[in-house]
């Protein structure tokens, strides 16, 4: 015969939901689901409130339970859980993923048309969530891993990077896959962001030198 009354609010004490009867009996039920109504991200001081009262204000409730459950919702480029469904992604246009349920892997792929100096790098809210990276080639060949950006000053995101200069391993022409997941697979990452961005290698042509008329390349009619 108990009968509750139960109110959700924002960090700014606004009003988002109002159940009485939803639950069970006459106890109250509010429920936000992903794809729907889902909330977004909050977390101290930008937290939610909610309020209990007994309806009408005229008994007691010797006892009740409030129980809450919650899961990150997936992001808008899911399903990417393997390089056949890997998201494309562009130089210069960082994506927003998260790593949910625990377990989860993001895959992302690019296409390079000339010799490039590439950077790879994930970051976020949380200098605590665990990434790890792997960049492949078309094949699926591993070709570099990175897990803690600099463990010693608490940043555990992910970078991978590649230069131009002799030795320093420029990616050729061709498709890429990029894995990324949590180091410790029982936790999800509600929310990092990953930056990519290429830049074309000015390597010289296969007429160089050709920058006097005493070093000029011969063109043949036709």
Same mark, same amino acid.
């Given at each position: ?9 924002? @960090?700014? /004490?606004?009003?988002?939901? =109002?159940?009485?009867?939803? $639950?069970?009996?006459?106890? !109250?039920? +509010? *429920? ?37 459950? @919650?899961? /990150?919702?997936?992001?808008? =480029?899911?399903?990417?859980? $393997?390089?056949?469904?890997? !998201?494309? +992604? *562009? ?37 605590? @969530? ?5 960049? =492949? ?8 891993? !990175? ?76």
């Amino acid at each position: 015969g108990d009968d509750t009354q139960l109110w959700l609010y924002d @960090s700014q /004490v606004n009003e988002l939901e =109002y159940n009485d009867n939803g $639950g069970s009996g006459a106890f !109250s039920r +509010i *429920e936000r689901l992903c794809g729907d109504d889902a909330l977004p991200p909050a977390s101290y001081p930008e937290s939610y409130f909610y309020k209990i009262e007994e309806k009408g204000g005229d008994a007691a409730i010797d006892r009740y339970d409030i129980t809450l459950r @919650s899961g /990150v919702c997936p992001d808008a =480029y899911e399903p990417d859980n $393997g390089w056949q469904e890997a !998201s494309e +992604i *562009e130089s210069g246009a960082p994506q927003k993923h998260n790593i949910a349920p625990p377990g989860d892997e993001d895959w992302l792929t690019f296409d390079l048309e000339g010799r490039s100096a590439i950077r790879l790098e994930t970051s976020g809210p949380d200098l605590t @969530s665990d990434t790890r990276m792997w960049l =492949y080639d078309a094949h699926r060949n591993e070709l570099a891993f !990175s897990d803690d950006i600099n463990w010693e000053d608490g940043n555990l995101y992910s970078y991978i990077g590649r230069g131009c200069g002799a030795g320093e391993g420029a990616l050729p022409v061709g498709t890429y896959y990029v894995k990324i997941d949590n180091q410790y697979q029982k936790y999800d990452i509600d929310r990092y962001q990953i930056e990519f961005s290429a830049l074309a290698c000015n390597d010289p042509d296969q007429y160089e030198p050709d920058d006097t008329w005493q070093q000029a390349s011969k063109i043949m009619d036709g």
